[in-house]
């Protein structure tokens, strides 16, 4: 006999391996893990970096969700979100709480689906620094663009 949890809202870690929406996806080997490691810290990188041209490899030219925004372009839509946000936030840091990370990806469609926890610290030139603990989820094509990006 075998256990489905069809919800889990309190995240219970144990329960997770049975989670319906892990069914059907293919886990992600230690190299796999290292390079999706590799390439959030490398976005992130670029994000505090305040240029776009270092974010702009990062993403597919049309997201399909861009922190709650639907269908938008690269250029001009998401260039003007990060110009916008970088002229009253002048400094950020984003800290992964790597223990959070679950990936999993679905093999026919080529998609990697990317979860984890950040502190994220942020700056104006009025106020000191001040941080949030935000939830993340980024969704991967197979060239490794950004699709889709959200907090939870």
Same mark, same amino acid.
């Given at each position: 006999? =075998?256990?489905?949890?069809?919800?889990?809202? !309190?995240?219970?870690?144990? !329960? #997770?391996? %049975?989670? %319906? &929406?892990?069914?059907?996806?293919?886990?992600?080997?230690?190299? @796999?893990?290292? @390079?999706?490691?590799?390439?959030?810290?490398?976005?992130?990188?670029?994000? &505090?970096?305040?240029? /776009?041209?270092?974010?702009?490899?990062?993403?597919?030219?049309?997201?399909?969700?861009? !922190? =709650?925004?639907?269908? #938008? #372009?690269?250029?001009?839509?998401?260039?003007?979100?990060?110009?916008?946000? %970088? +002229?009253?936030?002048?400094?950020?840091?984003?800290?992964?709480?790597? @223990? $959070?990370?679950?990936?999993?990806?679905?093999?026919? $469609?080529?998609?990697?689906?990317? *979860?984890?926890?950040? *502190?994220?610290? !942020? +700056?104006?030139? &009025?106020?000191?620094?001040?941080?949030?603990?935000?939830?993340? &989820?980024? *969704?991967?094509?197979?060239?490794?663009?950004?699709?889709?990006?959200?907090? /939870?």
């Amino acid at each position: 006999m =075998g256990v489905v949890v069809v919800l889990n809202p !309190f995240e219970v870690a144990a !329960f #997770r391996p %049975w989670q %319906w &929406e892990n069914w059907g996806q293919e886990a992600p080997n230690q190299d @796999e893990l290292s @390079e999706i490691r590799t390439h959030i810290e490398q976005f992130y990188a670029a994000v &505090e970096s305040h240029d /776009f041209d270092n974010i702009r490899p990062f993403y597919r030219e049309t997201v399909e969700n861009y !922190f =709650g925004n639907e269908n #938008r #372009r690269l250029v001009p839509d998401i260039r003007a979100a990060y110009l916008i946000y %970088w +002229k009253k936030y002048v400094g950020e840091r984003h800290e992964i709480d790597w @223990e $959070s990370l679950e990936v999993s990806q679905e093999e026919e $469609s080529q998609i990697t689906r990317v *979860r984890f926890s950040l *502190r994220y610290y !942020f +700056k104006t030139e &009025e106020a000191d620094w001040k941080n949030l603990l935000l939830g993340t &989820e980024i *969704r991967l094509d197979a060239e490794q663009k950004i699709f889709y990006i959200d907090k /939870f």
